[in-house]
């Protein structure tokens, strides 16, 4: 299997759908730092990465931008002092489809 991190986003259909519950546990392994949360009733991943200042976090911040814009996949990004936390979910479907683990897993390589 292709690491998660490799592959790149796929643009949406009006046939894609959320992940199913087995197609969610293939895919958790690849990003074992990622937490399931639900907002307004609709799944999403979130990290917070750890920094020791500020600038390294506002750094870390720009860097997903920069893949983000490249795979045409956006998050939540909060930045603050020392810390950024991402939350990767597909609004079009209101829920996690295969590109928030790929950007996930993008995510945890940038953070290295």
């Given amino acids: 299997m292709t690491r998660l991190a490799d592959q790149n986003c796929v643009q949406l259909t009006k046939e894609s759908v959320a992940l199913s519950d087995s197609e969610l546990a293939e895919l958790r392994p690849q990003i074992p730092e990622w937490e399931f949360i639900y907002v307004d009733g609709v799944p999403r991943l979130r990290r917070t990465f750890k920094f020791k200042n500020f600038l390294q976090a506002l750094e870390f911040t720009n860097a997903i931008g920069k893949v983000a814009e490249q795979q045409?996949?956006?998050?939540?990004?909060?930045?603050?002092?020392?810390?950024?936390?991402?939350?990767?979910?597909?609004?079009d479907i209101s829920g996690l489809h295969k590109n928030d683990f790929i950007m996930a897993a993008k995510s945890d390589v940038l953070y290295g």
């Fill in 72 to 91: 045409g996949h956006h998050p939540l990004i909060a930045l603050t002092w020392g810390q950024t936390t991402v939350d990767w979910w597909t609004h």
